[in-house]
């Protein structure tokens, strides 16, 4: 057994998921490690503490000895972010394993002070958390770093490729949570009424080139659906964009809808809330429409209003 091995094994975490020796891992930039050393691991300073919401919980995510993808998926988040690859989408493996062996780094924290994302889309819970991420409101220490080869190796457990497998798996993730994403704004804005002029997705970042109009105005709530539409859309079926790579365009959309009709702070919450339903029952009822438009944009990557508009005939 090598040293890094044995290291692994001693952090193996416990299956009881009220163990308060239970680690957990969060996935960084080596250069973060300086202040977090100094600060703590403090909410706010992650990859997936991102939150649109001024009174929003301010969030430190960990992942579990089992998702070791959504360690990867932060690392690469934070290098396409700082600018130290390119391209997380397509670039070579090579390029890809380099970066994340130079910049990357994977902390172990302990469980103590975090709470796990229920396995539900209900609303309340922490903007920015994924089903299944551990979350925690307070700072936290770090109890060791894994960097280079013991990095690789608890990614990689078994040595099969999975790095390069899911370097592979970020841009057909894309592709496919993009189609989802402006496939849903469209059938929402299709199912009320309005005229889909263009839409486009692209398969090394979120896209966000969904363009509707309409000649009569919907009420506020339709229109506060449509821009929550993209986002229901990934998680009703189930293609979710990576957090690194979520924009937040669309809730500021719907915030400033709402607050240019004077609805602002828990008010505004509730119509958000209201929204989502609204969105997800219009997605719901066409579920077939979205599948099959997001398995068209998944080939074509574009559609003008004609082709919508062929596309759509005698749909509805
Ligand atoms: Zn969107």
């Not at 091995?5 to 009220?18: I, V, Y």
Request: glycine letters at 8%; proline letters at 4%.
């Amino acid at each position: 057994m090598s040293a890094a091995e044995g290291t692994r094994g001693h952090l193996q975490p416990d299956r009881d998921e009220n163990d308060p020796n239970r680690f957990l891992y969060h996935g960084t930039l080596r250069r973060n490690i300086p202040s977090i050393r100094d600060t703590g691991l403090r909410p706010q300073s992650g990859a997936w503490a991102g939150h649109f919401h001024p009174d929003a919980a301010a969030l430190v995510y960990a992942v579990d000895d089992e998702h070791r993808s959504a360690a990867i998926l932060a690392i690469a988040g934070q290098m396409a972010k700082a600018g130290l690859i390119r391209d997380p989408g397509n670039c070579s493996f090579d390029d890809f394993k380099n970066a994340l062996i130079e910049h990357g780094t994977v902390v172990v924290v302990k469980a103590t002070t975090f709470r796990r994302y229920p396995w539900s889309f209900e609303s309340g819970h922490p903007t920015g958390a994924e089903p299944g991420n551990w979350y925690s409101s307070e700072s936290v220490s770090i109890e060791r770093e894994m960097i280079g080869r013991e990095m690789l190796d608890w990614l990689n457990p078994s040595g099969d490729d999975f790095i390069y497998r899911y370097a592979l798996a970020i841009r057909e993730c894309l592709l496919r949570a993009n189609a989802y994403h402006e496939g849903g704004h469209a059938i929402v804005a299709w199912a009320l009424d309005l005229s889909v002029l263009e839409i486009l997705i692209r398969d090394d970042r979120p896209g966000e080139h969904t363009k509707a109009i309409g000649d009569k105005r919907l009420p506020l709530i339709d229109q506060v659906a449509i821009c929550k539409a993209g986002r229901q859309a990934e998680e009703v079926f189930e293609n979710r964009l990576p957090r690194w790579a979520s924009l937040q365009g669309d809730d500021v959309d719907a915030l400033n809808l709402l607050a240019a009709n004077d609805i602002r702070g828990a008010e505004a919450e509730r119509w958000m809330t209201d929204a989502c339903a609204r969105s997800k029952e219009l997605l719901t009822k066409h579920a077939d429409e979205v599948h099959r438009l997001a398995a068209r944009l998944i080939q074509c990557r574009h559609m003008d209003v004609d082709e919508f508009k062929l596309f759509m005939q005698g749909r509805k």
